[in-house]
Nanobody, 123 residues
Framework: QVQLVESGGGLVQAGGSLRLSCAAS????????MGWYRQAPGKQRESVAA???????NYADSVKGRFTISRDNAKNTVYLQMNSLKPEDTAVYYC?????????????????WGQGTQVTVSS
């Protein structure tokens, strides 16, 4: 069974920085795209940033120039460095990964989500 465990959320003042981490565990053969999403109260979950296994990145317009996504393939971990945080960045942040893992002795490709980590930016 694959698990994604996030860490690094918290409370920060506007203009501050946080770094989120998400580590995948289990019998994993490979991880394709990894990404970060967020959901603010009363709003739909939205994509924040994504990164391919080869390191190609994509960002939401609202975070371009402020957030940086990266990954360590050897550690099956994805990071989100968040700088110049704004109150509107307040949300629960979730990591997501497209994983090929063991399933009863064979391969299975599935989409996995972390449990979410709260990021609160005060004004």
């Amino acid at each position: 069974q694959v698990q994604l465990v996030e860490s690094g959320g918290g409370l920060v003042q506007a203009g501050g920085s946080l770094r989120l981490s998400c580590a995948a565990s289990g019998i994993i053969f490979s991880i394709n795209d990894m990404g970060w999403y967020r959901q603010a109260p009363g709003k739909q979950r939205e994509s924040v940033a994504a990164i391919t296994s080869g390191g190609i990145t994509n960002y939401a317009d609202s975070v371009k120039g402020r957030f940086t996504i990266s990954r360590d393939n050897a550690k099956n971990t994805v990071y989100l460095q968040m700088n110049s945080l704004k109150p509107e960045d307040t949300a629960v942040y979730y990591c997501n990964a497209d994983v090929v893992a063991d399933h009863r002795g064979s391969y299975r490709r599935s989409d996995y989500w972390g449990q979410g980590t709260q990021v609160t930016v005060s004004s």
